[in-house]
């Protein structure tokens, strides 16, 4: 079974310091792997969508790697801000499950702090 | 403006007082999807829809019910509410078993916070 875990748990930086935010999954059999935001009192937003051919994906400050072999995929955000306070999770939809479900990572709550 | 909605977004009720959650979407979408979230256990599945009149359990699915009479609605119906039923509850959907599966995006809705006395 697709075990998904997110490392740290919880993260504080100051402003201005890059992030590196860690996501790890146990089975390689996926299609792909998604970056989510979830602020309080909303719904997930998605960021970046990594295809298991792609090695990575770009979008403004974010960045997101994928080692489909090792099991790992790196959330990158450069140059961090306020706003950027969040957490956020990783889901990979594996190959051998259901079609269209996310295995969920348990997060990792971000604060930047001014 | 593409959206998941739910409703309601905040509901405190009774054990064994029968409830439902609504879900729609206006993209269109054939995959819908019910997920809970509690803490340290991240995002769990509790039913998911291929298409109308499709419906089948996640990983979760006791106590829960769903039905999926139209496209574009995904209600979560919970017969007997019990207070380890107390969760935030998110729908999600995307375009569906089109053969993209690999760029398939999932969209969620805002959340429902259930709390269950």
């Known amino acids: 079974k697709q075990e998904v875990t997110q490392i740290p748990a919880a993260l504080s930086v100051p402003e201005g310091e890059n992030l590196v935010l860690n996501c790890s999954f146990t089975d390689s059999a996926i299609y792909n792997l998604q970056w989510f935001r979830q602020d309080p009192g909303k719904g997930l937003t998605s960021l970046l969508l990594i295809q298991s051919s792609q090695r990575e994906q770009t979008s403004g400050r974010l960045n997101a790697s994928l080692d489909k072999s090792s099991g790992r995929s790196t959330l990158y955000i450069a140059a961090s801000q306020p706003g950027d306070s969040a957490t956020y999770l990783c889901a990979v939809k594996g190959t051998t499950d259901s079609w269209g479900k996310l295995q969920f990572g348990a997060g990792t709550q971000v604060v930047v702090t001014p | 403006e593409a959206q998941v909605t739910q409703n309601p977004r905040y509901l405190i009720t009774v054990t064994g007082k029968k409830l439902t959650v609504t879900c729609s979407q206006n993209?269109?979408?054939?995959?819908m999807s019910w997920y809970r979230q509690d803490p340290g256990l991240g995002l769990r599945q509790i039913y998911y829809s291929m298409n109308v009149e499709v419906t089948d359990k996640g990983d979760v699915p006791e106590g829960y019910k769903v039905s999926r009479k139209e496209k574009r609605n995904f209600p979560l119906i919970l017969e007997s509410p019990s207070p380890n039923q107390t969760s935030l509850y998110f729908c999600?959907?995307?375009?569906?078993?089109?053969?993209?599966?690999?760029?398939?995006?999932?969209?969620f809705g805002p959340g429902t916070r259930l709390t269950v006395l």
């Open positions: 993209m269109n979408h054939e995959y």
């Open positions: 999600a959907s995307s375009l569906g078993a089109s053969g993209r599966f690999s760029t398939d995006t999932q969209y």
